[in-house]
T-cell receptor, first 117, second 112 residues
Framework: NAGVMQNPRHLVRRRGQEARLRCSPM?????VYWYRQLPEEGLKFMVY????????ESGMPKERFSAEFPKEGPSILRIQQVVRGDSAAYFC???????????????FGEGSRLTVL | AQSVTQLGSHVSVSEGALVLLRCNYS??????LFWYVQYPNQGLQLLLK??????LVKGINGFEAEFKKSETSFHLTKPSAHMSDAAEYFC??????????FGKGTTLSVSS
């Protein structure tokens, strides 16, 4: 049973370009979460999605960042017009449907490391 | 709003010594509490979780944590450190239906 798959694992972009990060949740999982990790700052919550719905985007920057989780295909985190401060590791996590009770446990991918030159 | 504070960004122990990583939380409702471990260039792996059952929770690799409501703490311990325990450890809190909120992490170093 494959885990959470993220790609690309490493991405280099120049300032002003666009970055697209993809996440395929574990089989049977319908909830996806994106987190950003900067050195010495831990993981910062960005957005929580279900299929075709954004449930909580309270951690998303107001500009240049967007996320989607379409009916078919992976979840996408899109960063437009990247700046050096966007350089970070971006982690995706998934969880199963809530039916039967809430456990809160998230299953993480290995992350996508974005470097902006 | 929920939050997590991990006391000590770096902890160093000798192999065979007790490991104690501290975590205090803030939550307006009974929380769900977690410890995750991250090895270099990898994702996070669940060590253990507290979900309102027993207050002493046992996890993988010999780790355990105790939920103390009066102290709003969920400290992680291991009786005897091993070299392979060197990693970054994250405490996290959530309330039902919300995303996990993580602490800033504690890097554990183990010397021989």
């Amino acid at each position: 049973n494959a885990g959470v798959m993220q790609n690309p694992r490493h991405l280099v972009r120049r300032r002003g370009q666009e970055a697209r990060l993809r996440c395929s949740p574990m089989k049977g999982h319908s909830h996806v979460y994106w987190y950003r990790q900067l050195p010495e700052e831990g993981l910062k919550f960005m957005v929580y999605l279900q299929k075709e719905n954004i449930i909580d985007e309270s951690g998303m920057p107001k500009e240049r960042f967007s996320a989607e989780f379409p009916k078919e295909g992976p979840s996408i985190l899109r960063i437009q017009q990247v700046v050096r401060g966007d350089s970070a590791a971006y982690f995706c996590a998934s969880s199963p449907p809530r039916a039967g009770g809430y456990s809160g446990e998230l299953f993480f991918g290995e992350g996508s490391r974005l470097t902006v030159l | 709003a929920q939050s997590v504070t991990q006391l000590g960004s770096h902890v160093s122990v000798s192999e065979g010594a007790l490991v104690l990583l501290r975590c205090n939380y803030s939550s307006s409702v009974p929380p769900y509490l977690f410890w995750y471990v991250q090895y270099p260039n990898q994702g996070l792996q669940l060590l253990l979780k507290y979900t309102s059952a027993a207050t002493l929770v046992k996890g993988i690799n010999g780790f355990e944590a105790e939920f103390k409501k009066s102290e709003t703490s969920f400290h992680l311990t291991k009786p005897s450190a091993h070299m392979s325990d060197a990693a970054e450890y994250f405490c996290a809190v959530s309330e039902a239906g919300t995303a996990l909120i993580f602490g800033k992490g504690t890097t554990l170093s183990v010397s021989s």
